[in-house]
């Protein structure tokens, strides 16, 4: 486990991740998350996610005074993994999913990410 993703009492990971939208891409990306999650690409989506070991991943969309935010949630036995896994993967839906990030966030797993700092985590 690295300093940055959370350890869960049931020993999964959890990393959350704020990424900025390009401008004008929000409804695209809104569109795309909810086709992941209710609709027609709901299935390959799941489909991906265990493949890769993702238990867990969930989307919001923050906007801001510096543009609109998509913030990630990402739980799994081995984050590290789970994200090599989508950023190296050959499965059409994950180069699809990939070609979808460089589209709305500029940005291209296969080259790496910054995994944000985490600073503080309570449980009551």
Excluded at 9 to 33: F, Y
Aim: proline share 6%; with cysteine.
């Amino acid at each position: 486990m690295t300093r940055n993703t959370a350890q869960t009492d049931r020993g999964t990971q959890t990393v959350c991740l704020a990424v900025p939208l390009l401008p004008g891409t929000t409804s695209t990306d809104r569109e795309q998350m909810l086709s992941c999650w209710h609709g027609e690409r709901a299935e390959e989506h799941a489909v991906s996610r265990r493949l890769h070991g993702i238990t867990r991943e969930s989307v919001w969309i923050q906007s801001s005074p510096g543009g609109d935010v998509a913030v990630v949630l990402i739980e799994s036995p081995d984050v590290a993994t789970a994200m090599l896994g989508l950023a190296t993967s050959q499965a059409p839906f994950d180069a699809w999913f990939r070609d979808h990030l460089r589209v709305v966030h500029g940005l291209d797993p296969a080259e790496g990410m910054a995994v944000p700092e985490h600073v503080l985590d309570f449980h009551g």
